[in-house]
């Protein structure tokens, strides 16, 4: 039955019934909760399958936000270490090739810190969640088949990271704002769709000082891009906001239209 079901090309020939189960396992492969063979048969699939690519980039602009809302937390030496330890033993084992980084000895414990400090918030939040999935685990086996090929996993060209989260007035995500490279990118979560006569606009707020327009969001597929000259007009600790204004921007130079969307930079 399963292997039927995994064998099915398109998303609308999923039952109800498939569909959620599917949807559970993209929701534990972007947790990180699945084991490292169930991992990769499901890599497998996503490359197969366009509608379990589409069911993990839902729980990805979804989970991913939490990271940038909680407060850090430095885990302890020792537990680190037993993860470095845990990750020799896997190579062992597995006798596959592993990439590792290994910066200079001045340079390592910061970098370390900076690593250990994200582990601490995701723990509770993986745990909750992984905990209403737990029953599932056991029909992973069934629900996905061997690969038949190796998954090449190729690393970002581009480095990046999350800066700010806009909400809307209901405290609800509405907006990621990315910076790549010297770019900053804005992927879109919400179903909000702009007037065609109208355009958003995005605003840098510091301290008591006028805001300062960083450019109008021109959105494709649910995402924009800002130039580098609109990227560098960014200040840290400063507040970002999106406002609903006509054609092509704020004829003033200031918002004059509604603020849908706020969020500071962190």
Do not use: C
């Amino acid at each position: 039955m399963y292997g039927e079901v995994i064998s099915m090309p398109t998303f609308s020939q999923f039952s109800p019934e498939d569909t959620s189960r599917f949807n559970l396992i993209a929701a534990q492969y972007v947790l990180g909760t699945l084991s490292v063979s169930a991992r990769l048969r499901f890599q497998t699939l996503m490359q197969q399958q366009p509608a379990l690519r589409q069911m993990t980039h839902a729980w990805e602009r979804r989970l991913n936000p939490l990271a940038s809302l909680l407060e850090p937390h430095v885990v302890p030496t020792h537990v680190w270490q037993r993860i470095e330890a845990k990750l020799d033993s896997i190579s062992d084992v597995t006798q596959r090739p592993v990439l590792t980084m290994q910066p200079s000895a001045s340079a390592r414990p910061a970098a370390a810190n900076d690593a250990k400090s994200m582990w601490r918030p995701w723990a509770w939040v993986s745990t909750a969640i992984a905990a209403g999935l737990a029953v599932f685990i056991a029909l992973q086996p069934q629900l996905i088949s061997a690969p038949s090929s190796p998954v090449v996993v190729q690393a970002q060209p581009v480095p990046s990271r999350d800066i700010a989260v806009l909400s809307d007035d209901s405290k609800q995500p509405a907006w990621i704002i990315r910076q790549q490279g010297n770019s900053l990118l804005l992927s879109q979560m919400s179903d909000y769709h702009v007037p065609s006569d109208r355009d958003l606009e995005l605003w840098s707020i510091q301290g008591d000082a006028a805001p300062q327009s960083m450019g109008v969001v021109r959105i494709e597929q649910g995402k924009a891009i800002l130039s580098v000259a609109q990227a560098r007009l960014l200040s840290a600790d400063a507040i970002l906001a999106i406002s609903l204004e006509p054609k092509n921007g704020s004829p003033t130079g200031l918002p004059t239209g509604s603020v849908l969307y706020t969020g500071k930079v962190v």
